[in-house]
């Protein structure tokens, strides 16, 4: 039989779409393991697509740098990038006066290539941030007016030195205290509570396009923090602040057990209300070591109701794991007896967590 030239194109452009993976071959068609056109067990970054998510993950520079296995993957499996450390304060200017955007920068060329977002993380916190600064401060060597001033300036070099890169800034981090109070740090002593909108105007005029974020921890669903997260919400677009958007980083533990799903999209709801988008920015569920496959399946649970919650949201625009490895983990470093808080084991094995991941991105883009 003769094909016509257009029957043609079509098998060629076909065969081409089957071997990327990205349609069923017709022996797969009632296959239950796909999912309109994508695999379930295609890469985050193809399911999430579907879906108009970005996935992303926490980038530790080191690691970015000399282990090939992890950089390849986090090309592969994400669309968004967020630098663990190397874009925070006491990382950009350990010298006073004298800014190192190397690392970061590295980390944004690549992410620019591998054509994948990039979330700012981050510009006002109460930690990690410079010698000179936090004991300029303790000495009153750095007068509160000159703090302020200072601030501003790091804001604005900071969020200058990346505009246009960048899709999201963490402008405020960690703001709100586990008592539902403003946070008792050098920024609220010094400044008074006026520096969050501050914070918010000053990266604003430095980047007018890049959506300005508040971002804590234990925020995911309703509770006393989150409910004063609203209300600080609701005073600074008030005021005309431009904040655009509320990020729940998402740090759990199985021991402590999760919200439900409903309870994640009811929360990240009431703040879309007020005009803001959501993201989950920090996601990683930890647990008691030694695991074990309970522990396991619990944490596949948690990663779960996070994406679900996000895609039951309206305006949940980006969900990011705080590293996709456990091979590099912050979390038995801070939590003494924890650990395995990842997506992919320290082999790069994939975990229950991720299948569920995979699945429920699946479900998602299901027509
Ligand atoms: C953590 C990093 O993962 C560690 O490598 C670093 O030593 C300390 O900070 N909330 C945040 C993140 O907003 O910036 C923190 O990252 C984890 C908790």
């Known amino acids: 039989m003769r094909l ?42 193809d399911l999430a697509k579907r879906v108009d998510l970005k996935i992303g993950t926490a980038v530790d520079h080191d ?120 946070r008792d740090t050098i920024w609220l002593q010094n400044l008074g509570p006026g520096y969050i909108a501050d914070a918010f105007r000053w990266a604003h005029q430095a980047d007018p396009h ?37 990020g729940a980083q998402g740090h759990l533990g199985v021991q402590f057990g999760f919200n439900t799903a409903a309870q994640v999209a009811a929360n990240l709801k009431r703040f879309e209300n007020l005009g803001l988008e959501t993201s989950l920015t920090e996601v990683d569920v930890r647990m008691v070591m030694p695991s074990d496959t309970v522990k396991l399946q619990a944490q596949a649970q948690g ?17 990011t794991v705080w590293g996709y490895t456990d091979k590099y983990s912050w979390v038995p470093g801070f939590f003494t007896g924890q650990g395995a808080a990842n997506l992919l084991d320290e082999n790069f094995a994939s975990k229950p967590g991720y299948q569920e991941l995979q699945a429920v991105l699946a479900l998602a883009g299901r027509r």
């Open 4 to 45: 016509s030239t257009a029957a043609a194109v079509v098998l060629l452009a076909g065969s081409t779409l089957l071997s990327a993976g990205l349609v069923a071959s017709s022996a797969d068609d009632t296959s239950a393991d796909r999912r309109g056109g994508v695999a379930i067990d295609s890469p985050l970054r």
């Open 63 to 182: 690691a970015f740098t000399n282990d090939t296995t992890y950089r390849e993957r986090i090309a592969t499996e994400f669309s968004s990038i967020t630098a663990e450390n190397v874009m925070k304060w006491g990382l950009v200017e350990p010298v006073r006066g004298q800014l190192d955007f190397t690392a970061a920068d590295e980390l944004v060329a690549a992410a620019r290539r591998n054509n994948q977002g990039i979330r700012g993380h981050t510009l006002v916190w109460h930690n990690q941030l410079p010698m000179w600064l936090t004991d300029g401060v303790a000495s009153g060597a750095i007068t509160p007016a000159e703090l302020r001033t200072i601030l501003r300036q790091h804001i604005i070099d900071e969020v200058s030195h990346f505009r246009g890169k960048l899709y999201q800034w963490d402008v405020v981090n960690e703001v709100i205290d586990d008592n539902a109070n403003l």
């Open 210 to 246: 890049v959506k300005l974020y508040l971002n804590d921890y234990n925020v995911e669903a309703g509770n006393p923090k989150s409910d004063a997260y609203f209300r600080l919400a609701q005073d600074l677009l008030k005021q005309g602040v431009p904040v655009d958007g509320f």
């Open 303 to 319: 990663y779960s109701v996070l994406m679900q919650g996000c895609l039951l949201a309206r305006r949940c625009t980006s969900f």
